[in-house]
């Protein structure tokens, strides 16, 4: 929908969900690759899936890597893919090093099904569902600027370059900030998703730009590890931090003050959509080759209304 792109909307509407099979022609084997296991956002992309296959009376299992990691990821699609199931619904950790197996992957047969992050070219895929990650990241821009309307230096921290999701939201926020003459756009650092990395490199920030303002943590990791090293350097009441997705540490972090901010996806219905458009590939249905879904701000202020109902299941 045209109110899903509108940049730096805060809280842009969910897509109008895209045609959808009411029941699959036979009970087809489906397989979820996440992008990391453990990670909240896929846990709930998994409960959608898992609905939406009992649903329409089809099969699907789930695995993933131990991190968000090419070399780990791509020796369990290549098992997957020669057990030949289906239909394989992934979120691709790196655009160019899950470029050659996800095509090779279609190439046996298998409907390939990218939800949450893509390649660089994904003309493989049945179909791509994901976030408006663009959108998303200048929502983070004016959730700072609302926090901090006389500007100042901001900052990124990102996971990794190469995850097409995170690279969006980036140059979403990038691209806002830099528009707006009162603010200085830092350096994005990269803390491959893990907390602890984060919050050594957001500490080595502040000791650079003591004066930083606002941080956008681009994922779950990211803004775990930010909001713990802001505590730790006692910057709480000066540097806004703005998260995207809205797990349940995160809401927790919102309650308490060291998150003023959470940008959340909807991975439940990146996960429903997912099997819809599988299940539409193998029995000749009516496919959406990309599907872009919305997400929404979630504040203090409105977490008890709209913006709770945001927040990420722990089912
Ligand atoms: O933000 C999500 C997902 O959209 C991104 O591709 C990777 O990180 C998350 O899974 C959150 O940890």
């Given at each position: 929908s045209a109110a899903n792109t509108a940049a730096g909307d805060p809280s842009a509407p969910a897509a109008s969900a895209p045609a959808a099979p009411a029941k699959a022609s036979k009970n087809y084997s489906l397989q979820f690759i996440q992008g990391v296991t453990g990670d909240e956002f896929y846990i709930t992309m998994q409960c959608g899936i898992e609905a939406e296959a009992a649903k329409l009376g089809v099969t699907v299992k789930t695995q993933g890597p131990q991190k968000f990691d090419p070399t780990l990821q791509k020796p369990i699609l290549d098992s997957v893919v020669a057990a030949k199931p289906d239909a394989i619904l992934i979120a691709p950790t790196d655009v160019t090093a899950m470029q050659t197996p996800l095509q090779a992957a279609a190439a046996a047969g298998i409907k390939v099904i990218l939800v949450d992050t893509t390649t660089e070219d994904p003309s493989y895929a049945a179909s791509a569902i994901a976030s408006d990650n663009v959108g998303g990241g200048a929502a983070a821009f004016e959730a700072i600027k609302k926090l901090n309307p006389d500007g100042g230096k901001v900052m990124v921290m990102s996971t990794?370059?190469?995850v097409s999701t995170v690279d969006l939201r980036i140059k979403g926020f990038e691209d806002a900030a830099k528009a707006d003459s009162k603010f200085q756009y830092l350096p994005v650092q990269y803390s491959h998703n893990d907390p602890a990395t984060a919050a050594n490199l957001i500490t080595s920030a502040l000791q650079r730009?003591?004066?930083?303002i606002g941080v956008f943590a681009a994922n779950l990791f990211a803004a775990e590890g930010t909001a713990t090293g802001v505590r730790q350097a006692g910057k709480t009441s000066t540097v806004k931090i703005v998260g995207f997705d809205a797990g349940p540490n995160q809401i927790k972090a919102l309650q308490e003050g060291t998150v003023q901010a959470l940008i959340a996806q909807q991975p439940g219905n990146i996960g429903q959509y997912g099997v819809d458009e599988a299940v539409a590939a193998l029995d000749g249905g009516q496919i959406t080759p990309k599907i872009q879904t919305g997400f929404t701000t979630i504040t203090k202020e409105n977490l008890n209304g709209e913006g709770g109902q945001a927040a990420y299941k722990s089912s």
């Open positions: 990794d370059p190469g730009d003591p004066d930083i």
